[in-house]
């Protein structure tokens, strides 16, 4: 049998009796947590649902339980809502004479004989110091009572916005352990999901037309295509290229997101309530319906997943913030295929309207977008190359904006390690490295006039001919995980790239271009490994122009 899952108004609660099984914690609602659910509700405003009889209400969370053998309902989750429910209407409750009172649902504490009769019998200024649990209840009585003897308080408009436009959300469970659900829900506090109580929506029998055949193939199918689109969503491959969310359990529910329109960011349950009022029709062309919609947008994703020129343009789009993936949805189902890859195209160039790519510098905003888009079309213009760009990775590491070469303003705090570094690799073939490297072998680091004198004469020695004015160019800088770039600092060019090399065999993600980069692959045969040189450079920035010259301007 198929969990129930439905919205119940707090009036429809009196059909049933309650058990507080002994796993549950005692009752502890503070008074302010009273008082606040109180506010709540008379500060709530039902207003009539366009084109329907109805009206808005107001939702508390969930309560799950489970029918015992005895008819009671075991409580799971909600113990604490329940209890101050009970203490509400049982107020109310006591303004009518004896014989218009309604007849209230009954709470059986398993761990507090008599429970049921202490609170039935409530009243307004007694105490409880019985147990624990009695104090409490006793004292949160106390305050509701004190809350609606405010002077010029509606209680009437109160009372009927309680019962009828204040409804939670009723999860039956026919699970065989009722302590494996509270474990569940409970451990760590982790409360029922949107996209958990939306598969009960989906999976309900009540919304099925009474074909026991149909139904049982229809939840069959549901669930077995759930289970495929969630399992492509743990891919994390998958998940970061259509956002940038940290990764969550249930991820499907990334999908019931996007499809609620009415979205409030206050409301927990308020992609839940979105399905729900769906599914108030309950139908078995609604239920196909919205499962056909749900997915249609996977569908749609993951073919933007497998083919390799959307995975990329589409990845930097979301990566850089210039669309979401739900503006892309809706552009693309407007649009033929080709016309949507013209529309990436498009935004893409918007991204660098006004930009040249002659005058970018460090600490100019679009580096960083120049040289992920860099990175990314260098990788997709090799076309025999299957390899997609990893944004789950690019996504969860910090990125840096790495100088090829050493600067020379930036002193580095360990000056011996820097020099013992430095000095293994300069050319001494040359008199002037060998006079550089006996220097540095006679250098006395504290002397701090000293070491900055040698200090500039090696990265000098380093950086070959490559201008002073140029260091800060875009033929001089790339794009490097901040934890490789931060450990070796300001670094000399061939210590950089051993570095790097080392690194990328540990398993690190080294992009591609920064790779080439270190690796020579811009260098005439036979490489200056040692060295980046103004040759390297010019190199470098003809294939930056070549590689983004249709969507970045030279000039």
């Known amino acids: 049998m198929e969990n129930i899952l439905e919205l119940k108004t707090i009036n429809s609660l009196q059909e049933n009796n309650f058990f507080i099984p002994s796993y549950q914690r005692g009752y502890r609602w503070s008074n302010i947590e009273v008082i606040d659910l109180l506010n709540d509700i008379a500060d709530f405003k039902p207003r009539q649902v366009e084109d329907s009889d109805e009206k808005t209400w107001y939702c508390l969370q969930p309560i799950v339980v489970k029918r015992k053998d005895d008819g009671l309902f075991e409580v799971i989750d909600g113990q604490q809502r329940l209890t101050s429910i009970y203490l509400v209407l049982h107020y109310l409750n006591q303004i009518y004479t004896e014989e218009n009172r309604q007849k209230l649902f009954e709470l059986h504490y398993e761990t507090r004989s008599g429970s049921s009769t202490f609170l039935s019998k409530l009243k307004k200024d007694v105490s409880s110091d019985d147990n624990i649990d009695f104090y409490y209840i006793s004292e949160a009585y106390k305050a509701i009572t004190l809350w609606f003897n405010k002077p ?138 919205n499962w056909a919609e749900i997915k249609k947008y996977f569908q749609r994703f993951n073919e933007w997943f497998q083919e390799r020129d959307l995975y990329h343009k589409i990845g930097f789009l979301i990566t850089t913030d210039s669309l979401t993936i739900k503006d892309l949805y809706e552009v693309s189902a407007n649009k033929s295929k080709s016309e949507f890859k013209e529309f990436l195209d498009d935004t893409i160039k918007n991204n660098f309207k006004g930009v040249s790519l002659e005058n970018v510098q460090y600490g100019d905003k ?145 992009p591609l271009c920064t790779k080439n ?31 983004l010259a249709n969507y970045i301007n030279r000039f």
């Open 366 to 510: 679009s580096v960083k977008r120049i040289l992920l888009l860099y990175n990314i079309l260098t990788m997709l213009s090799n076309k025999k190359d299957n390899s997609f760009f990893p944004f789950d990775i690019f996504k969860n590491g910090k990125w840096d904006i790495e100088h090829i070469t050493s600067v020379k303003d930036t002193i580095p705090d360990n000056k011996t390690q820097w020099l013992t570094d430095a000095k293994a690799f300069i050319d001494t073939d040359k008199k002037e490295g060998r006079q550089l490297k006996r220097r540095a072998d006679e250098c006395d680091c504290t002397d701090e006039n000293v070491f900055n004198s040698l200090f500039t004469d090696i990265v000098s020695h380093f950086n070959s001919n490559l201008k002073d004015e140029d260091i800060n160019d875009i033929s001089n800088l790339t794009l490097l995980d901040s934890e490789t770039n931060r450990g070796y600092k300001n670094a000399v060019f061939p210590l950089k790239r051993k570095t790097i090399i080392t690194r990328e065999k540990d398993g690190t993600f080294i």
């Open 517 to 547: 980069v270190f690796l020579k692959y811009f260098s005439d045969y036979p490489p200056k490994i040692s060295f980046w040189t103004q040759e390297d450079r010019d190199n470098y920035f003809k294939d930056l122009e070549k590689v």
């Open 152 to 289: 010029n308080f509606n209680r009437n408009d109160f009372e009927s916005k309680f019962k009828f436009n204040t409804k939670v959300i009723w999860y039956e469970s026919f699970e065989i352990d009722p302590i494996a659900i509270f474990t569940r829900i409970n451990i760590g506090k982790i409360p029922l999901t949107n996209a958990e109580l939306i598969k009960a929506l989906f999976l309900n029998s009540s919304n099925f037309e009474k074909n026991k055949d149909r139904i049982r193939l229809k939840q069959l199918e549901i669930s077995t295509e759930w289970d495929t689109i969630e399992h492509a969503l743990q891919n994390d491959r998958f998940w970061y290229f259509i956002n940038g969310k940290k990764a969550s359990t249930n991820r499907i529910e990334f999908i019931f997101d996007l499809m609620n329109d009415e979205k409030d960011n206050t409301d927990t349950y308020s992609t839940f309530r979105f399905f729900n009022k769906k599914f108030q029709n309950k139908s078995f062309s609604v239920i196909e319906k």
